[in-house]
């Protein structure tokens, strides 16, 4: 339920506290305790390990399928991160050279798809992703990363038309990029 | 995290004009780099006689407002001379797009610097002398 959350705290660990006064929660975080929130907290972790396994195989499914889909699809796609079991069941991450993040976004919202992107242009910091890049990315891999993220609501109409609208806004603007010219002509493919 | 763009800038950026290549262009100039994730390529055909640009492309790396800022700026420099040209500035493109976020202001001048670039090219292959610039390595 909305207006509780928890914390797992390293024996040891004491962090500072954001809420001074009262002394419940050992002193952690002072005022009376969300009672009814907790409880349903408890209840949605139980719901939770009920369906853990099925959401985690109907998700990896569908993750998998729009990963072999783009893949498929889209030339010089690189899907960013682990993939089968070492891989969030509900993550699709990838980049695509020659064209940049913000972009994608907003041809995607166009077409009434929600993404996000590691780019630089699409962050207020105008940095990219540092986790791309900790993962070994070059810059302009970064900032051509797209990452949907899919749950219970998705279904697999929603894949097969990411699937059908993807490709197209990636060819279209790479044929507009000059990363993209050069990068063909680097393979020798132009 | 959605910007606010203003109409003109969508325009541009949905139906950017002058997408392409010259082939055999009479100037050709790059701004930018992968770094910071702008790169904008300029083409320009200049009539020989009345030095007016009668054709220009481009090509662009970027974001909606890269891609809007070169687009724009194309459309402002084409029938143009090679000095109404030079003469583009990066305000004026912002203000023809009605405007740019604050934080994409450098898109502007990304491609200022591009149509400069290629201006320099043309003069540099047509025994003319080169107009000193600003660089903007970001």
Redesign the interface.
Known sequence: PKGVGALYLKKGMRPENFIHGGAQEKGRRASTENLAGIVGFGEAIEILKGRLNDDKAINSSRRDRLIAGILERIPHAKLNGATGDNRLPNNINFSFI??????LL?DL??KGISASTG??????S?D?SHVLLALGL???MA?GSLRFTIGRLTTDEHIDYVLDVLPEIVAKRR???????DYLKSIGEK | MALDYSQKVMDHFINPRNVGEIENADGVGEAGNPKCGDIMKIYLKVNPETKVIDDVKFKTFGCASAIASSSMATEMIKGRTIEEAWNLTNNAVAEALDGLPPIKMNCSVLAEEAIHTALNDYRSKHGMNVIPMEHHED
């Open positions: 020659g064209v940049e993040g913000e972009t907003l919202d166009s780019s630089a242009c699409s962050s207020e105008l990219p070059k810059h302009e900032h044929a507009m990029s000059p990363l993209w010219e």
